[in-house]
T-cell receptor, first 113, second 111 residues
Framework: EAQVTQNPRYLITVTGKKLTVTCSQN?????MSWYRQDPGLGLRQIYY???????DKGDVPEGYKVSRKEKRNFPLILESPSPNQTSLYFC????????????FGPGTRLTVT | EDQVTQSPEALRLQEGESSSLNCSYT??????LFWYRQDPGKGPEFLFT???AGEEKEKERLKATLTKKESFLHITAPKPEDSATYLC????????????FGKGTKLSVIP
């Protein structure tokens, strides 16, 4: 089944404890992206990747890191999480070399205390 | 300055009562406008891409249209299962692969 998977789905952590949220797609998609969704602010793009080893900043990249060492995986790294990074995170991918017709993952709900 | 503005924020319709959702945009050199549907607690699901003014796309009870300044998502004879938040998004200016979303319209269809 064609899909975007994220792990974990739910995570509660403490300020400053490094964490990684994994994202994987099995569709050989070129473009991958991370978003966060907050009430009243909507979906905002954090980082995106056009292909392996090619990443770029979105609207809200501060406090996040990404890497794209393999085409199928695009992990999101929070080196020192803070409470303002509490949010619902979505990974997405697109067959095209751009944000067209994206498939979204099921989301990761992160709480930082 | 918001590049994408959706209205209304929320809309309640009786089953069968047709209406339209609006998405206005200010990016120059539009390279595509996307509509997504999002159910509570789930990731957005792609609906349509529109590329140029005058273009229309249809899927079941939904029809998306595009002008030079805005897009409409028309919902004809909606059913309760059409209840969701509808999001529109556009890539930023020429050469950018960054995507910006509107804040969405939450549609509730009452039986």
């Amino acid at each position: 089944e064609a899909q975007v998977t994220q792990n974990p789905r739910y995570l509660i952590t403490v300020t400053g404890k490094k964490l990684t949220v994994t994202c994987s797609q099995n569709m050989n998609h070129e473009y991958m992206s991370w978003y966060r969704q907050d009430p009243g602010l909507g979906l905002r793009q954090i980082y995106y990747s056009m292909n392996v080893e090619v990443t770029d900043k979105g609207d809200v990249p501060e406090g996040y890191k990404v890497s794209r060492k393999e085409k199928r995986n695009f992990p999101l790294i929070l080196e020192s999480p803070s409470p303002n990074q509490t949010s619902l995170y979505f990974c997405a991918s697109s067959l095209m070399a751009g944000p067209w017709e994206q498939y979204f993952g099921p989301g990761t709900r992160l709480t930082v205390t | 300055e918001d590049q994408v503005t959706q209205s209304p924020e929320a809309l309640r319709l009786q089953e069968g009562e047709s209406s339209s959702l609006n998405c206005s945009y200010t990016v120059s050199g539009l390279r595509g406008l996307f509509w997504y549907r999002q159910d509570p607690g789930k990731g957005p699901e792609f609906l349509f891409t529109l590329y140029s003014a005058g273009e229309e796309k249809e899927k079941e009870r939904l029809k998306a249209t595009l002008t030079k300044k805005e897009s409409f998502l028309h919902i004809t004879a909606p059913k309760p299962e059409d209840s969701a938040t509808y999001l529109c998004a556009v890539p930023l200016g020429a050469g950018s692969y960054q995507l910006t979303f509107g804040k969405g319209t939450k549609l509730s269809v009452i039986p």
